[in-house]
Every structure is written in structure tokens, then in C-alpha cells.
């Protein structure tokens, strides 16, 4: 009885013999770019040496696209529930399909992550993530990543409305209806949430506004907006502001009902604008001025970037390089603002 054939070499034992990782290995015999010179000519010779040959099946098995979009989103958010549409009308342009997850009082973000890498995604979008950036570059190494709302980092790309552009928008517009006493309602922690108050600054000086300069503690929700407004109504009167801007409109929408049962009429006594232009903000009842981040637009840029990275068009993963995708917001001007009172 003849003694068993040799075992066929593996991707793992020429990566062994060349002295570099299985996956240098494998960008090396896939002629993808990132080894260095040395450990490609080390690979090589370890492959010819070993007479490694690509298992077809592995290969073919490997290349089978899924085309999912993973979409990891806040679920209580209209603007999220408004750009997840927008961006399943881009995926099916791209014969894409999206997987949905969520926060939940179980799953954080990187759970809600891996869950959508669990169903072989192809790429993830994150909207407005709150992850660190060393949590980003992670995903981004594992599986192309987008970053909505957010500049991104290392090879996560971000596609983002300007937010100096749209604080810019706002105080401009409040500045000529005689608006000096303009307060900006700030969001919870993270990036976002300074950008937008970095453009409010700008503005702010810009109109050579710096001693008016009010920044009020905010958040994300409509009760964070009530209590924001409670405190703004609990000061004395000449030190109240004659204008809010809010982080959201969630946040907008909640101060301006706490706001008007105090008996004060919007915008005669006050002016509200919020940020998202979201679909409760065009309601005939809420008419609220806000700052639109044009949620087709985010949509098309997001999926044609990952589009892109599946054709090879993209940076490499691993590299520290990105660019970002920036688009022009635009102030959607309703009845919640006008002239300050005298």
C-alpha cells in the first residue's frame, strides 16, 4: 500500500516560509498593491519553492459578491429614517441592496457593526457614528466604510453637508432680520457636534458678533430641546436671546413647544431655526426654518464611493489616507424665524 500523496502547500505555509503575514501573502499572489518589494520577491520565491498553486474554488468562493450594503443607523432619528431611503433608491442604481441595524439598549455600535460584517456586507455606512476614530480605522480595514455626517479617518471616507456652511447660512439669515442676540443650541459629544459649533463661532464673528456669543447645552432629542429652552426662559429677560439655533430639528422642535406654552409667539418673540430639514420640520403646523444637508445627495456620494472601492478605485485598505466627500448644504427658510422685536 503506497504511502499518501503530499499534502497541497497553503496560502499559510508559504507566508510561513516567505517570513511575512497570510495576508501579505495573499495581496502579493493577488498582485495587489501595499507588500513592500522585498517580502513580494520573498513570496515569491517561497510559492516556487513550495509549488503553491491557487486553489481555484477558494478563489471563486472568495470573489462571490453578496452586493449587501450594510447601514448601521439611529432608528428614532426622521433624518436617518429620510437618508436610509435615499440611499436604497442609490444602492438599487448600483444593482446594490441594503442590510439594516440600529443601536439598542443591547447592541452598541460596534455590535450593530460586526452584526452587518455577520451577513458578508460589502461595505458599511454609518450615519453620523459617535465611534472613536480608532474604532473607525478598525471597520474601515475589515470592510469598506463610509462615515455620513462626519469627516472620516485612515481609509474611512466621509460624505458630509458643510457644517460652516450651513451655521454660516443660519446666522447670516438671522443677521439680516437684526437678529445680535443669536444662541446655538449645541449637540451631544463627538465630532458633529463641534464642527457645528465651530461654524456657529465663525459666523458669529464674522458678523462681528463675538461678545454675543451663546452657546447652550443641547443634546439630540425633543425633551433635550425643552429642557434647553426652560433654562433659556429662566433668565432674565434682557439676557434671553432673540434667537435659538439648534443642533437638530428634534431638539429645535422640542424648545419651540415649551416655548410657545410660556404664551410666547414664534418668531415674534422668538426666531427657531433647526438643522436636518427633516420631514416633521415641513409640517404646516411646526414650519421650521432649518439648515437642509440634502439627503439625496449624501446618498448618491456615499454609494458611488463604495461603488468605487469595489472596482478597485479606491485608497487601499490600511492606508492612513482618505478623502472626503463635501457638499453644499441650504437654508430652507419657513415661518419660525423673522424680524427681532423691538
Known sequence: MGSPPPARPRLVDVAQAAGVSTATASLVLRGRPGPSGAARESVHAAAARL???????????????????????????????????????????????????????????????????????????????????????????????????????GPVTGVLASDRVGLELAVDHLARLGHRQIAYVDGPPGSIATARRRGYRQAMRHHGLDGEIDIVAGGVTESAGASTAHAVLGRPRRQRPTALIAYNDRCAIGARDVIMRHGIEIPEGLSIIGYDDSPPARLGTVDLTSISQDPVGLARATVATLARSFDGEAVAQGSSRHTDVVISPRLVIRGSTGPVSA
Not at 62 to 67: E, G, V
Not at 86 to 108: N, Q
Not at 116 to 130: A, K, S
Open 51 to 153: 509549488g503553491y498553486r491557487p486553489d481555484r474554488n477558494a478563489s471563486l468562493l472568495a470573489a462571490r459578491r453578496t452586493h449587501l450594503l450594510g447601514v448601521l443607523f439611529d432608528v428614532s432619528s426622521p433624518f436617518h429614517a429620510e437618508l436610509v431611503t435615499a440611499l436604497d433608491e442609490a444602492a438599487g442604481e448600483h444593482g446594490l441592496d441594503l442590510v439594516l441595524s440600529t443601536v439598542t439598549g443591547r447592541r452598541d455600535e460596534a455590535g450593530a457593526a460586526d452584526l452587518l460584517l455577520d451577513f458578508r456586507c460589502e461595505g458599511l455606512v454609518i450615519l453620523g457614528p459617535t465611534l472613536k476614530r480608532s474604532a473607525l480605522v478598525d471597520l474601515g480595514g475589515r470592510c469598506p466604510t463610509v462615515v455620513v455626517g462626519r469627516s472620516g479617518t
